[in-house]
């Protein structure tokens, strides 16, 4: 039992090394995080301290690449996905993205790996 919880700690912590290293992260200093269509709001903080109400078309930051939704400049992803929410109380974006052969399976990002928060504005 102890055997199996300090493997899944050592899991843990690998996978947040993993993703930190490559974490855009902007949801540790924005906040009221919510998507409208394609359009992500939050208010983020900037280097005065203040917090802002910021708005980014999560299209120009993630593609669909054969089903499969990823980090990418100008990435236009709303032409070929459809049923986008973001997971409640999460940055996890979920689509259903089509594929090249036909199928349109769930798909699952965290947006904090594409979207920064850069002086209280959201940037990708
Ligand atoms: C998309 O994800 C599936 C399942 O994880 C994988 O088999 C496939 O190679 C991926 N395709 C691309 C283009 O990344
Ligand atoms: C495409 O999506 C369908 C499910 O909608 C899946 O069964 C199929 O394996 C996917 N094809 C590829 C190449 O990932």
């Not at 899991?11 to 490559?22: K, T």
């Not at 078309?57 to 049923?83: F, M, P, Q, R």
């Amino acid at each position: 039992m102890q055997f199996t919880s300090l493997q899944l700690l050592a899991s843990c912590l690998v996978l947040f090394g993993a993703s930190s290293a490559v974490a855009s992260d902007f949801s540790a200093s924005c906040k009221s995080i919510s998507l409208s269509g394609s359009i992500l709001y939050a208010d983020c903080r900037s280097e005065s301290g203040n917090y802002a109400e910021s708005a980014l078309d999560t299209a120009n930051c993630v593609a669909n690449y054969d089903g499969n939704l990823s980090c990418a400049s100008g990435g236009g992803y709303t032409g070929s996905c459809t049923d986008c929410s973001l997971e409640s109380g999460t940055t996890y974006l979920l689509c259903d993205c089509k594929n090249g052969s036909g199928g349109d399976p769930a798909s699952l990002i965290d947006l904090n790996t594409c979207i920064s928060n850069t002086n209280g504005a959201l940037s990708c």
